[in-house]
């Protein structure tokens, strides 16, 4: 079977064609600036170099199209023909309480996606035009849609309810919902797969550590704490996010400083985080190249973020109840040794020790806890779109 993964943005496509005999990737690519001018293709079939296509690309059908047109190309194709598609899965968003689950997508579905526009105004409408745009393009094809929040529907209402009136929940949806559900997911399965354990036995925190990053509580496979909310914003200190502030500075700032909720909502979710309190760069390899030469911003940034990610473990671990894995995924997670040594240091009475020299590893799936250390430690590269790819499978599977 072959499945195509769309990750529809505002003004990107980015796509993986994946055999699932194999699990092996056959292309992939990303179109950008779509509507704007430089737009763009670029195109790798597997193993191949690089290919970059510049052409007017006014929307998101006319993307999907030189997607597909770029997948079966007589020189730098992958297939015969578009009929050698035999699914389509979509990573969207937020699925609200609707979605707790991968879903075949059908009319109801898009309506209920489109309900839900006022919880993620920024991604789930393009997420909706890649999907329509597809429907186009492969009207006989499966198309199914994974949720980022969906892993998270497990939360027991006293993790996911905030101090607020009840009637807010009610008439809003005000709660936390999480995201990066399809990665921590993955690493959390992979995770038990390298123990050899079955994931149904495993208290695990999973640190997906990015440009924006979150940390999740999983008992036996399922969600049960994390730490973004209602929104990407909360929880460890981002890239750029401010994540959990006091809410009185809101407030405040908006008093003192003349903003609107356009300006606070720049403020808090483009200008602070590690960008904001370092001043020099919202990129953590930057950071630690600027605090090696003796920014001591850039490392007061750095020792946030390490301080922040250890005190979610802690959490976590009494969340659980105990704890035997602890896994550190994306760009920061999978790369920089100096992070993870910082997170775990001092974690040891909580039974983690990490292994120096094992943990000069980048990029790698590895175990970097020390010998004996009561709770594994592993560093696992994530794959959304392998996830995204494996639910779609097995929805689509069913009819076709
Ligand atoms: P996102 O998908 O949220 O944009 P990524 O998971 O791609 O984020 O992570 C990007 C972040 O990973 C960047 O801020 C970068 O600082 C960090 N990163 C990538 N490689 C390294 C590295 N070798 N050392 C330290 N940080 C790294």
């Known amino acids: 079977m072959k499945v195509l993964v769309l990750n529809s943005g505002s003004s990107s496509v980015k796509y993986q064609l994946f055999d ?14 779509i509507g704007l001018e430089g737009a763009v293709l670029n195109h790798q079939p597997g193993g191949g170099e690089k290919l970059s296509f510049q052409r007017d690309i006014p929307d998101h059908s006319v993307a999907i199209k030189m997607v597909l047109d770029a997948l079966v190309n007589s020189e730098h194709g992958v297939l015969e023909s578009i009929e050698e598609i035999n699914a389509v899965g979509h990573r969207l ?3 609200g309480n ?12 898009i309506e209920t996606v489109k309900k839900l526009y006022d919880l993620a105004p920024l991604h789930n409408p393009p997420g ?16 199914v849609a994974v949720f980022d929040t969906a892993f998270h529907q497990t939360m027991p209402p006293y993790a996911y309810l905030y101090g ?16 990066h559900g399809t990665s921590h997911k993955y690493v959390a399965q992979r995770g038990a797969e390298l123990m050899g ?3 149904s036995s495993l208290k695990i925190v999973t640190c997906h550590l990015g440009n924006g990053a979150s940390i999740t509580a999983v008992d036996g496979g399922r969600s049960v704490d994390t730490s973004m909310g209602f929104t ?17 500075i809101v407030t405040f700032l908006m008093e003192k400083e003349g903003l609107d909720s356009d300006g606070l909502n720049e403020l808090m979710n483009k200008k602070s985080g590690v960008l904001g309190i370092s001043g ?6 930057d950071l630690e190249q600027k605090a090696r030469e003796g920014h001591e911003r850039s490392q007061l940034a750095l020792d946030v973020f390490a301080y922040e990610v250890k005190k979610y473990i802690g959490a976590y671990a009494a969340a659980l109840g105990g704890l035997d894995l602890v896994v550190f995924t994306a760009g920061l997670g999978e790369n920089s040794p100096e992070m993870r040594e910082a997170v775990c240091n001092g974690l040891e009475f909580l039974g983690i020790t990490i292994d120096k020299d094992k943990n000069q590893v980048r990029g790698k799936e590895t175990e970097i806890s020390a010998e004996g250390s009561r709770v594994k430690v592993f560093v696992i590269p994530t794959n959304e779109e392998l996830m995204i790819a494996k639910d779609t499978r097995e929805i689509a599977a069913d009819i076709i």
């Not at 607020?164 to 995201?179: T, W």
């Open 197 to 199: 354990r079955s994931l």
């Open 20 to 33: 699932m005999q194999q699990e092996t990737v056959l292309a992939k690519g990303l179109v950008e600036r």
């Open 128 to 143: 909706i035009k890649g999907i329509e745009a597809c429907q186009a393009a492969l009207p006989e094809v499966p198309q």
């Open 93 to 95: 968003v937020h699925g």
């Open 164 to 179: 607020l009136p009840y009637e807010l929940y009610e008439k809003y949806a005000i709660r936390r919902y999480g995201f």
């Open 232 to 248: 990407p914003l909360e929880g460890l200190t981002m890239g750029t996010r401010c994540g959990i502030i006091d809410p009185a």
């Open 280 to 285: 020099v760069s919202s990129d953590f390899r």
């Open 98 to 109: 609707e979605f707790s689950n991968s879903v075949l997508i059908d009319e109801k579905v």
